[in-house]
């Protein structure tokens, strides 16, 4: 992860100097707006990774000398048999078509949205109060 704060950091610093450029140059809020949120995205996203590379264990990205096989293994848990996104995904693409057909498909959208995500983020809790 160093490696990725790293370049999210200095990526950070070419945008904000060409957005003090641009915004000199031309003079343009919108797009000088635009270059300066870029800016604020990508230094957020590189305090983020050289913070937690400093309290995560060194990964194989991170070693000069390490092997592709190196960083096999487990990514994680993924769901195999999920219908939650599918709803999340109808109702967001109901609620992005609302701004281009009429406001009135967002009211539509907002429930499946509502459903999808309280359906996946509850899809595997089980505990004591599951049956209260």
Do not use: C
């Not at 140059?25 to 635009?34: C, D, H, L, M, Y």
């Not at 990508?42 to 590379?53: D, E, H, P, R």
């Not at 993924?78 to 281009?100: D, E, K, R």
């Not at 429930?111 to 089980?126: A, M, S």
């Amino acid at each position: 992860m160093k490696i990725q704060g790293r370049m999210f950091i200095w990526l950070s610093v070419f945008i904000l100097a060409v957005a003090i450029i641009y915004g000199l140059w031309s003079k343009e809020p919108v797009g000088t707006t635009a270059l300066f949120m870029s800016f604020g995205l990508s230094i957020m996203v590189g305090y983020y990774l050289a913070f937690t590379a400093r309290r995560v264990d060194t990964g194989a990205q991170d070693n000069k000398d390490a092997d592709v096989a190196d960083d096999a293994g487990e990514l994680g848990f993924f769901s195999p048999h999920s219908w939650q996104p599918l709803v999340l995904a109808v109702g967001g693409a109901f609620a992005f078509l609302g701004v281009a057909i009429g406001w009135w498909l967002v009211y539509i959208s907002a429930p499946l949205l509502l459903i999808g995500l309280f359906g996946w983020v509850f899809e595997y809790y089980h505990g004591e109060n599951q049956n209260q």
